[in-house]
């Protein structure tokens, strides 16, 4: 059984920062895209941010120059450096990732729990 467990949220005043950690654990053979995406309410769910296995990484707009992803593949884990926070950044943020569990299995995505990020004064 695969988790993937989401830490690192919480209320920031705009202009500040935080540092969303993201830890895949379980019965895992290996990890290809990692990512981050956020849900503020009463919207869908958009992309923030991913990382392939090879390290490259897409960015949504909205958080370019602001936001950082980066993984460790020997912790299968992956962060979110998120900077120069903004109110409109509020949203509750999920991390995924493709994982094969046995060496022949098909990749599944998998989903963390989400971790609120509220961004106020």
């Known amino acids: 059984q695969v988790q993937l467990v989401e830490s690192g949220g919480g209320l920031v005043q705009p202009g500040g920062s935080l540092r969303l950690t993201c830890a895949a654990s379980?019965?895992?053979?290996?990890?290809?895209?990692m990512g981050w995406s956020r849900q503020a309410p009463g919207k869908q769910r958009e992309l923030v941010a991913d990382i392939s296995s090879g390290g490259s990484k897409k960015y949504a707009d909205s958080v370019k120059g602001r936001f950082t992803i980066s993984r460790d593949n020997a912790k299968n884990t992956v962060y979110l450096q998120m900077n120069s926070l903004k109110p409109e950044d509020t949203a509750v943020y999920y991390c995924?990732?493709?994982?094969?569990?046995?060496?022949?299995?098909?990749?599944?995505?998998?989903w963390g729990q989400g971790t609120q990020v509220t961004v106020s004064s």
């Open positions: 995924n990732a493709g994982i094969r569990v046995r060496r022949l299995s098909l990749e599944a995505d998998y």
């Open positions: 379980g019965s895992i053979f290996s990890i290809n895209a």
